[in-house]
C-alpha cells in the first residue's frame, strides 16, 4: 500500500505541475519558442517515439550508463574494500582520491575528450569517474560499521577471506553501497549527457543539442523527458534490487 501511495503521490504531482505549465503559458501568451503547451510537448514526444529514430538514441544513452555504471562499481568497491581493510592504503590513497573529486568532473570532460578520443572511451571514463567515488565510499564506510564484537566472532568460527566477504563485510556494507549506487546513478545520467553534448553523434544527449540548436523547443522538452525517463528506469531497478537483498534491513521493515 505504501509503494502504491508513493506512485499516486507522483501522479498527482506531475498533473499540478501541467495545470500550472498549462495555465501559465496560456495567461501570459508565452511563445511557444519559449515555453510550448504540455499538449505541444506530448505530441512531440509521440512523433518521436513513432518515428523509433528515438530509440536508437535512447539505447546509446542506456547502454553507456549501464557500462559506465557498472564499472564504475566494480572499480569502486574494489578499492573501497581495500582502502577500509588496509590502514596503509587509505593513509596513502585518501588525498589523491579526496583531490580528483573536488575537481569538477564536467570540466574534465573536454580533457577527457583530448585524451580518449570522441568515440565511446571517453564518455565511459568520464561516466566511472561520477560513480566510482560513491560506491568507494560507501564500501569504506560499511566496512568501518562492521562491530568489533563480530569482527571477534568471525576470529572466532574461523572464517577464511572470501567467506569473511560474503557472509559478513558485504552485507553490513550493503546499505551504504546502495545509498551510494543511487546517488551514482543519477550521476551516471548527468555524465552520459555532458558526453554527448561534447562529443556525441548519437543518444539523448545528442538530440538535445540538436533540438536547441534548431530551436524546436517541443522536441527538446520531449528530449529532456526521454532522458528522464532513463534515469527513473535505472534508479527504479536499483531500488528494486535493494528491497531483494537489504529484505533483512531494519530500514526495510519500517511500514510494513
Known amino acids: ?28 501568451e508565452v511563445p511557444e519558442f519559449i515555453l510550448p503547451l504540455p499538449a505541444e510537448v506530448g505530441k512531440a514526444f509521440i512523433e518521436m517515439f513513432s518515428s523509433q529514430n528515438v530509440l536508437h538514441h535512447f539505447s546509446v544513452t542506456a547502454g553507456e550508463v549501464l557500462a559506465g555504471f557498472v564499472l564504475g562499481i566494480v572499480l569502486g568497491y574494489v578499492i ?66 562492521i562491530t568489533y564484537n563480530m569482527k571477534c566472532l568471525m576470529q572466532i568460527t574461523g572464517l577464511n577471506w572470501w567467506q569473511k566477504i560474503v557472509q559478513v563485510e558485504l552485507p553490513y556494507s550493503l546499505p551504504q553501497i546502495f ?5 551514482g546513478m543519477v550521476q551516471a545520467v548527468i555524465a552520459s549527457i555532458v558526453a554527448e553534448w561534447i562529443s556525441g553523434e548519437s543518444g539523448l544527449g545528442y538530440l538535445l543539442v540538436y533540438n ?29 534490487l535493494e528491497d531483494r537483498f537489504l529484505f533483512w534491513h531494519e530500514s526495510k521493515q519500517i511500514g510494513k
Open 1 to 28: 500500500m505504501a509503494k502504491i501511495r508513493v506512485v499516486v503521490e507522483y501522479f498527482v504531482a506531475i498533473a499540478i505541475l501541467v495545470l500550472v505549465w498549462y495555465a501559465y503559458v496560456v495567461a501570459f
Open 80 to 145: 573501497g574494500y581495500s582502502i577500509g581493510k588496509v590502514k596503509v592504503l587509505e593513509e596513502a590513497l585518501m588525498p589523491y582520491i579526496l583531490l580528483a573529486q573536488t575537481a569538477p568532473k564536467i570540466a574534465l570532460a573536454p580533457l577527457f575528450v583530448i585524451w580518449f578520443g570522441l568515440g565511446f572511451t571517453s564518455k565511459l571514463v568520464l561516466i566511472i569517474s561520477m560513480v566510482f567515488f560513491p560506491v568507494m565510499l560507501g564500501a569504506v564506510f560499511g566496512l568501518k560499521s
Open 179 to 183: 545509498a551510494g549506487l543511487k546517488v
Open 212 to 240: 536547441s540548436t534548431t530551436y524546436n523547443t517541443p522536441m527538446l522538452f520531449a528530449s529532456i523527458i526521454y532522458t528522464i525517463v532513463v534515469g527513473i528506469i535505472f534508479y527504479a531497478l536499483i531500488g528494486f
